[in-house]
């Protein structure tokens, strides 16, 4: 049987962080029993989708999910299990930061099923965690790790992001030394983004911080490569590493095009062909499931043109590549051509055996590669 993720977001948040767009509320906790009730008939509502696959992933994004006691996860959990085709092996992923959850609640967390620790260190530099908005100490960063250990989870995925104003390339270089050193099997190495909307979006519009230039975020993000690599990570994404077969198999089902529900305010699904979104409002979610009401914003049906250039966006991400034979199924094009023609003008393209990849060199440009090959 074909396989597919569960997405659940849990939006409530201690602060803001200055980069961040993801949908999270501040000072809400109170509301957080009630939120519980709503995405438990959220899950309830949605059990008819996506029938003829089995789930094998289950990832509690947001937000800071590790609000959520040990009870709240449980019902939620039961109400998946209840509702849907979970494998018995599902890869159950939470995301935490540092300094906000404890050992005895990690524990607890583990026992009732959750085998993949997201742990948001960000970086090991306190002045650069301070100027991020991040409330936790490069300290608290790794006695949370260290505690996730002690309470039996062994897939831990570490977040870092480089590419931050004033932040140095030896500084970087420290930063993923540091993380090495607690040997995670998974790293996931992000450059930072001026997103709209976003703190950091004003500050730089208006002049009061400047992002690194390009040079150094080029630099940072080879650096990066080359320690990691050399230390046995698999570059298997743009941004993510892991050790032999740890990948993450949630966000795989996102770059392979595969099916996967959602719920919580904003989160987005995806059945394969039709993709819908939530409205990114908590008040508009519980409002609406108190009524039984799907708190749906927005669907759309991908048109074949969509459906190509987002499997050549995603496919090219990772190092594997995208299946040809799958873009021809998508589009009446002589795809072969297509490929062919900007293969002259990229020599980093790489396509043999019905498979398009881009070689090492050619990671730089990856966002201009995928760009040219989009049908417009």
Known sequence: MNKAGIYLHIPFCKTKCIYCDFYS????????????????????????????????????????????????????LNALYKNYNITKDAEISLECNPGEVNYEKLKDFHSLGLNRLSIGFQSFN??????????????????TFNDARKAGIDNINTDLIYDIPKQLVRE???????????NPEHISAYSLTVEKNTVLHSMVRKKMTIMPSEKIDKKMFLETIEFLEKNNYNHYEISNFS?????????????????????????????????????RSLEHYLSSLEKDILPIEQYEILTEKNSFNELIMNGLRLREGVNVNLLKKLIDIDVNKHIKTYQKKWSYLQYKNDNLSLKKEGLLFTDEIIADLFLI
């Open 25 to 76: 509320v501040t000072k809400k906790d109170d509301s957080i029993p009630h939120f519980i009730k709503c995405i438990i008939k959220e899950i309830e509502l949605n059990k008819n989708k996506i029938l003829d696959h089995q789930f094998d992933t289950i990832f509690f994004g947001g937000g800071t999910p590790s609000v959520l006691t040990p009870k709240q996860l449980e019902q939620i």
């Open 126 to 143: 306190d002045k650069l965690l301070k100027f991020l908005g991040r409330l936790h100490t490069s300290e608290q960063s790794i006695s």
């Open 172 to 182: 970087w270089k420290n930063d993923l030394f540091l993380v090495n050193a607690l």
């Open 243 to 279: 050790k032999k077969d740890m990948e993450c198999k949630h966000n795989l089902h996102y770059w392979r095009m595969k099916p996967y529900l959602a719920f919580g305010p904003g989160a987005h699904g995806f059945d394969g062909s039709k993709r819908w979104w939530n409205k």
